[in-house]
């Protein structure tokens, strides 16, 4: 697909071989309905781009705010193509909902820009437990889903460019 077809932005799913990838997700336990239902997502994302389920390695954290250094160390390893970080953090009455989405956001940035791997933010960040719910649904409106694209395309780019 030339560039010039996908200008238009992401409505359609790019067309995406994933085959001999080797992927870590890496899940928050914290508002686990939620993020374990991104997890099925990002999965079947994966299996939709061809990546082997045997080449999918799955990892947990306390939350969200611990997603960055385990993403880093993995990305550090050298034996994953991409990380994907998935978790929720829904607003409630205090100022930690800014701080955790901030700094997850912040420290995954860090760690695919010092690794050179992609790490994908795949952390909903939602005000309500509806809205996260709505972002986790079963099919092709599932951010986790989304996530394993993203990891899958962001990997397929950078073999391109180092090759």
Do not use: W, Y
Request: negative net charge.
């Amino acid at each position: 697909m030339s560039i010039d077809q996908r200008a238009g932005g992401l409505a359609e799913d790019p067309d995406l071989d994933g085959a001999g990838l080797r992927i870590a997700i890496i899940t928050a336990r914290f508002n686990s309905a939620i993020t374990f239902a991104l997890l099925e997502g990002a999965k079947a994302g994966l299996v939709e781009c061809k990546v082997d389920p045997t080449d999918v390695h799955e990892f947990l954290t306390p939350g969200s705010f611990e997603l960055p250094v385990a993403a880093k160390v993995a990305a550090a390893t050298g034996k994953f193509d991409a990380v994907i970080a998935l978790g929720c953090v829904i607003r409630g009455e205090t100022a930690h909902f800014d701080f955790v989405a901030g700094e997850s956001a912040r420290g995954l940035q860090d760690a695919q820009i010092e690794t050179g791997v992609p790490c994908i933010f795949g952390v909903l960040t939602t005000n309500t437990v509806e809205q996260a719910e709505a972002r986790a649904v079963e099919g092709r409106d599932n951010k986790g889903r989304e996530a394993g694209l993203a990891a899958v395309e962001m990997a397929l780019l950078i073999r391109t460019l180092t090759a």
